[in-house]
């Protein structure tokens, strides 16, 4: 018989609840639109997210725009500037 104990992560602690998160914007030089999304715990870190991914892959970006998607109205929402300040 093996034995053994098990040890119980706190959730409150180790568990941020995320949201999608929708980057629409227009590379340097081009007409056309694109999008990039990332799950994260709240605007601040999914703009660092956009802009590593960015960075790597050596695109500059213009006219950026960020929306949340709100699961509940099942629609994506505008972030404004007290949002992704807090």
Known sequence: ??????TYMNQSEDIQPTSEYKFTF??????LCSER????????VALQMFQFACR?????????GVTVWNRWANRWDEISSEDSAD
């Open 1 to 6: 018989m093996v034995s053994g104990y098990v």
């Open 26 to 31: 227009r590379q340097t030089g081009s007409a």
């Open 37 to 44: 999304h990332f799950s994260a715990p709240n605007p601040e």
């Open 56 to 64: 790597k892959d050596e695109v500059t970006a213009d006219e950026v």
